[in-house]
């Protein structure tokens, strides 16, 4: 069964320095892989999704994310965060043969001024 | 309506009542999820819709929960005998079909006394 692991539970950055959020996953064959972000009290907004193709993915809200098959990940990267950035990202992956998307346990990103 | 919208958005019951949480999809989506997220726990699976069918059931956390979709349209959450464990937010996402991105309803927020 696939999984999904973001290391880091928290993160703080400096408003206006870039950021990367990691991600790993297990998972025998190419999965599905997906960035959401959750601002407090709100549900989730997807920021960007891999399916196959080009593995540099351009999300919105200035994202991307890189699909590194070597190394099971997908990072999600800014090249400089905003205090509005502030909030909840979850990684997430899905398998072609499972219609389940298993989430991960979130990364809370904090910025300072 | 535009988006996934559910309903109560708050509930606050009693430890042993029983509880109904509500998901109405976007329009012609025929996936349907239900998550609960639980407070450092990231986001649960407990069961998906494809169509009013469920294929995969072993999210759910008991034999207390349950749930339902009719008409390809609404869902229905139902735990019976609640249990302070159980307070969590209960989130729903429908996707046009299983394996595409899932737009998320802002949750219900179950609170068991």
């Known amino acids: 069964a696939q999984s999904v692991t973001q290391p880091d539970i928290h993160i703080t950055v400096s408003e206006g320095a870039s950021l990367e959020l990691r991600c790993n996953y297990s998972?025998?064959?190419?999965?599905?892989l997906f960035w959401y972000v959750q601002s407090p009290g709100q549900g989730l907004q997807l920021l960007l999704k891999?399916?196959?193709?080009?593995?540099l993915v351009q999300g919105i809200k200035g994202f991307e994310a890189e699909f590194k098959r070597s190394q099971s990940s997908f990072n999600l990267r800014k090249p400089s965060v905003h205090w509005s950035d502030a909030a909840e990202y979850f990684c997430a992956v899905g398998a072609p043969r499972d219609d389940k998307i298993i989430f991960g346990k979130g990364t809370r990103l904090h910025i300072l001024p | 309506g535009a988006g996934v919208s559910q309903s109560p958005s708050n509930k606050v019951t009693e430890k042993g009542k029983d509880v109904e949480l509500r998901c109405d999809p976007i329009s012609g989506h025929t996936a349907l999820y239900w998550y609960r997220q639980s407070l450092g726990q990231g986001l649960e699976f407990l069961i998906y819709f494809q169509g009013n069918s469920a294929p995969d059931k072993s999210g759910l956390p008991s034999d207390r929960f349950s749930a339902e979709r009719t008409g390809g349209s609404v869902s229905t959450l139902t735990i019976q005998r609640t249990q302070q464990e159980d307070s969590a937010v209960y989130l729903c996402?429908?996707?046009?079909?299983?394996?595409?991105?899932?737009?998320f309803g802002d949750g219900t927020r179950l609170s068991i006394l």
């Open positions: 891999y399916f196959s193709g080009d593995t």
């Open positions: 998972y025998g064959a190419t999965p599905y």
């Open positions: 996402a429908s996707s046009l079909v299983t394996r595409t991105p899932q737009h």
